[in-house]
């Protein structure tokens, strides 16, 4: 591949294709375990759905559909399968999340400093290669999955916000939502790897599935490290005529300052920040609530095993994804054409994929009985869900393209808790009591939390660059001129 050359992909295109599959990959060593363990263990106790966060539920039930119709063929020996109870198997899954928890800010403010390249390829590294020990854990003892879990969740923890800053030097302003929807394709991710999952662990066994994913992403960051790099002046390959395109629609030639410490005063008490926080906490504790909790729902209620249709299953994941990819077409062009403000842009697609979910989940409160209504319900709620791309979740770029990392890992730091509480209140409201009545109860408060979060956005939510984007520098440095956007470890080094 001759990125940048004539008649070939572009720099920013092949960005954008390494970014696509990275996510994919990303979300696969994160559930594989998730997937695995229900023929990992001998016997599969209570396990607690959404623990840590992750997206079990509806997601596993896809890969299950694969698996449990083998499984008394199954190649995987008695000597293979491990004596796991329901607390150690719990512990195994939820150890994930406190690494994750973790990270989410540290990585974002460390992409701004060293850049976003380094901070997301070495995490994606580093997480591959703990998949790929995964099954020598597994042998040794419970104890040793739980810390190799733990650690593959801190390193895949400052992989999402460290988007953020790559973004900031790579896609002009007008361009971003459809960067951004990038990060969508771990939704894509889950539509695909998990069936492949399910399908190599009924043939091969279930130690295929870590050497699978963890061989991909080995290979992935491989050819990230060779084909990405931190910034378009310092990739050897980008033409003249792309390197100034970019940096041009970026003012990375104008000489604005950057940065050198975070102005957490002003950002901790921006209410476009909080704006941010609040939407996406309520954006992702309704989506972990929906995908986790439907096929509960639908068993206990409804009588519906949703898990023997491994298309229903998928449906919300595509779904999302084609959406994110829609609206951030949409939004760009709307931009681009000066047909509405970035402000009124970002408002108007909040509201659509956050609040109209909000009202779905009242009409679910008066027709939920109903099989049809429910999963046409649930499955437009995250379908819509996906517009977030053009709305909230890169707005961080737009009010400070310097510190949008730190945002975002503010953001998704509290936005993490959301998949245990969720969980936790469902477990609350129907244990013992699986009645239409308490799941009522349960749509009720996520219409109020999609609402409520919504409407904060729209409230406090704005386009426009804060003033504290760049602030005062202190004492000697205060005259000195650098690139916004670029990593500060790569502008001591041009100022040498």
Known sequence: MTTGAKGWLTCRQVLNIMVIFGFMLNYALRVNFTIAIVVMAKTLKNLTEGAGGDDL????ALALSGVTSTTEESVIAEEDKFEWDA???NLMLGSFFWGYVLTELPGGR?????????VFGYSMLFASVLTLLTPIAAYTNYIAVVILRAVLGFFLGASWPAIHPLTAV???PMDRSKFIANMMASSLGAAITMPICGYLIATIGWQSVFYFTGGLALLWSITWFLVVFETPASHPRITAEERNEIETAI????????PTYVPWKSIITSPPVWAIILTHGASVFGFFTVVNQLPTYMKYILNFNIKENGLLSSLPYFGKYAMAVLSSHLADHLRKTGALTTTATRKIFTAFAVMTPGFLMIVQVYMGENRSWAVGIFTLALFLNGAVTAGYLGNGLDIAPNFSGTIFGMANTLSSFGG?????????????NQTYGQWQIVFWILAVIYIVGSSAYLIMGTGELQPWNNPPEKGAIENRETE?????????QNNK
């Open 57 to 60: 539920g509806n997601g596993t």
């Open 87 to 89: 607390y150690q198997q």
């Open 110 to 118: 460390l992409a701004e400093i060293i850049g976003g390249r380094r």
């Open 170 to 172: 790579w896609i002009p």
């Open 251 to 258: 003012g990375a030639g104008s000489k604005a300052k950057k």
């Open 420 to 432: 245990f509480v969720s969980a936790y209140m469902v477990g609350v409201l129907t244990n013992d």
């Open 484 to 492: 916004e956007g670029v990593p500060l470890n790569q502008q001591n």
